[in-house]
């Protein structure tokens, strides 16, 4: 099956090494002949570079300078498990001599956390030099190595550089696509090696085209603008010695040819596989501005104009819905106000609540009570769904001002960490008042430990135990003992400080005061209608919420585990900003409902019925794995469940805590308006 995917013909893999993954990856980054810009419908007057690196400037070298390639990790779309490149049997890094390539690279936390780790390549570029069959080294691959390769072929590994911040890719006009990456090697079924089974082989000779224009500012400077690479499989003769050149490896280009490709095929387990590297270097002029470099990344994406009117239309029917449940409640609100104060007024002291009278008004009494059970529990959600609002809203909103970066690697998760930890008194400060209004104060240190603790505390137990699983893979996203440790520092030395600093400001505040007293015996709830029963009203509260933004969750989806690019995030802060709106709105209708059918414990459903918009997250996430991603063993599944089970937490937390400050806010107003002692 995997064979036919890779090769269907005796030319396909000579002259193109494109695999399937190289196909689905077309859609991706786009058709390079096709000219049309679609990305510029909703860039305006701003280049994509300016987008993505916001403040970037050109670096522009001059001839015979050194240019480093610096390698990215060895990853793949089916397993999600990336390694690190010198893990592979290949050269070691070149060192570099120019003093400005010297400096010293410093991880931030984002890029611990994912893996990353820039070294320099072992190709050595130097500034509008054309180099010819070059041999870099010679390295032995035992059978052991030899198994690994072939696995990494199989499971379609694709290997990422950089070159003045450019992304490799995989460039062919003729051929009609543009990939990011090269893969580790291709497999060849028998139809066409002739043999009685699959055959692996090994890309060790790469051809780098470098394009460029000149500086407008330098004449001896160019300003580099594509960065292509396409892979050789060639079994090299002879031996590597300096200043010696190979009978494969000479003036005369290299090319892919089926008599002389290298197979990855041990006949022993002592049977050792000498594999020659080597590389070619060409520079191009282009006509491509530099500040158009990026255009090739994202020209032609089928998906371009439906993600802008997806957006859009998501916008205009929150705005839509918005106005409608805000004329339908105010309407009916004002009436029954209207009608109940002016009774109120004609009578006076000697008012009673008539006895025909129903609805939410007969709640006036009850509508305050604090939930019956675990109301610690629920000021420990609403306070770390609070910190959660706040952190997220902030990283969105540098996004969009330009402050963040999105294609700075691990600068966004780094930032989105950061500011979890420094919002921590948004926590404290929202869970203790809240305790203070259910309850007399007696166990405020426990809800504010809890605060602290608790979600942290999930997320760290579920990494970590993921982490083991990598550990034993090799993988390069296993972190280290020094990245658990500083995450557990800042979670100890920052955050948690934090949150009792809101807390103990929380408990010295005033209390919440509400318009009504709450009587000392409690109303029966009648039997309520189906739709109003809680596990009902669970899933009819997320529906509209996530359906208003499940488009924009698919490319945010796509950005995670397909490789895709994902960088308009001013259109993610409004998104976000539809969901807070549907979430709110959704949460209040159901709470209205439930009150004017006589049901006064709303605490706990306006949670859940926001909460549910993390559960239908997770549910499209299951839909996503099985329709669109091809994982391949138990680990890579382990890994997306345990991820998205997280983001889905997250967002559960998110939404329940907006739908629990927006009802309460909602009924005091209501009842506020209303006239009773």
């Known amino acids: 099956f995997i064979a036919s995917q890779h090769a269907t013909s005796e030319e396909e893999i000579p002259d193109s090494s494109m695999t399937a993954e190289d196909q689905e990856e077309v859609e991706e980054i786009g058709n390079v002949r096709q000219g049309k810009k679609r990305i510029g419908s909703f860039r305006r007057k701003e280049d994509l570079t300016s987008i993505l690196f916001p403040g970037a400037s050109p670096e522009e070298y001059r001839a015979g300078e050194e240019i480093p390639i610096w390698v990215d990790l060895v990853d793949s779309k089916k397993t999600h498990l990336p390694y690190q490149y010198f893990n592979l049997p290949v050269c070691d890094s070149l060192e570099l001599r120019n003093p400005n390539n010297l400096k010293k690279f410093r991880k931030n936390l984002g890029q611990r956390l994912q893996g990353y780790n820039r070294r320099a390549s072992p190709y050595e570029i130097i500034s509008r030099k054309d180099m010819s069959c070059t041999t870099l080294c010679s390295v032995p691959i035992n059978a052991k190595k030899a198994k690994w390769l072939r696995y990494l072929v199989e499971r379609q590994y694709r290997i990422h550089m950089n070159l003045d911040g450019l992304p490799v890719l995989m460039k062919a006009t003729e051929l009609n696509y543009a990939v990011r990456g090269f893969p580790v090697g291709f497999k060849a079924p028998p139809s066409y090696t002739g043999l009685d089974r699959d055959e692996y082989f090994l890309y060790n000779h790469i051809k780098f085209t470098i394009e460029y224009n000149q500086s407008p500012n330098d004449k001896n400077a160019v300003r580099i603008v594509g960065f292509h690479a396409h892979p050789v499989s060639i079994a090299h003769q002879g031996e590597v010695q300096k200043g010696l050149s190979l009978k494969t490896c000479g003036a005369k280009p290299v090319e892919n040819d089926k008599g002389t490709f290298l197979a990855l095929s041990t006949s022993g387990s002592k049977d050792v596989i000498q594999v020659i590297y080597s590389y070619e270097v060409y520079w191009e002029e282009s006509n491509t501005e530099w500040s158009d470099r990026w255009d090739i990344y994202l020209i032609g994406s089928p998906d371009d104009e439906v993600h802008l009117f997806s957006i859009l239309n998501s916008f205009m029917v929150c705005v839509f819905l918005s106005g409608t449940v805000a004329t339908i409640i105010i309407r009916t609100l004002k009436k029954d106000i209207a009608s109940f104060n002016e009774m109120r007024a004609s ?43 706040t952190a997220i809203g902030l990283t969105l909103f540098c996004g969009f001002v330009g402050i963040l970066s999105p294609m700075n690697k691990g600068q966004t998760l780094t930032l989105t960490i950061m500011l979890y930890v420094l919002t921590g008194s948004v926590a404290g400060y929202t869970s203790s008042r809240l305790y203070k209004y259910f309850d007399k104060g007696t166990a405020w240190n426990r809800t504010t430990l809890l605060t602290a603790t608790a979600f942290p505390a999930i997320l760290v137990t579920m990494f970590l135990v993921l982490d083991i699983f990598l550990a034993f893979q090799g993988a390069a996203t296993a972190v280290s003992i020094w990245t658990i440790l500083s995450i557990f520092l800042l ?11 809101g807390s103990y400001f929380g408990c010295r505040a005033k209390k919440i005061s509400v318009p009504t007293k709450t009587n000392q015996i409690a109303r029966v709830i009648p039997e309520t209608s189906w739709y109003l029963k809680p596990v009902n009203s669970f899933f009819l509260g997320g529906v509209l919420p996530f359906g208003n933004v499940c488009i924009e969750v698919y490319f945010v989806m796509s950005a995670l585990w397909l490789h895709q690019i994902y960088y308009v995030m001013g259109f993610l802060f409004a998104v976000l900003i539809v969901l807070m709106v549907s979430t709110a709105e959704m949460c209040i209708v159901i709470c209205y409902l439930q009150l004017s059918a006589g049901d006064h414990q709303w605490w706990w459903s306006c949670f859940f019925n926001g909460a549910s918009v993390g559960l239908y997250l997770f549910m499209y996430s299951i839909w996503f794995l099985f329709q669109k991603m091809d994982l391949v063993g138990f680990l890579p599944v382990m890994i997306y469940i345990t991820y998205m089970s997280m983001i889905s937490m997250a967002l559960s937390l998110f939404c329940g805590a907006v739908g629990v400050l927006s009802c309460f806010w909602f009924i005091r107003s209501i009842y506020g308006a209303i006239k009773v002692d």
Do not use: Y
């Open 491 to 501: 979670w100890v030395c920052v955050s948690a400080p934090l949150v009792f600093a």
């Open 347 to 389: 009578l006076g002291s000697d008012f009673v609540m008539p006895e025909e009278e129903s609805g939410w008004k007969l709640m006036h009494g009850d509508v305050f009570r604090p939930p019956q059970n675990f109301n610690w529990l629920l000021c420990v959600a609403v306070g770390t769904g609070a910190q959660i609002v």
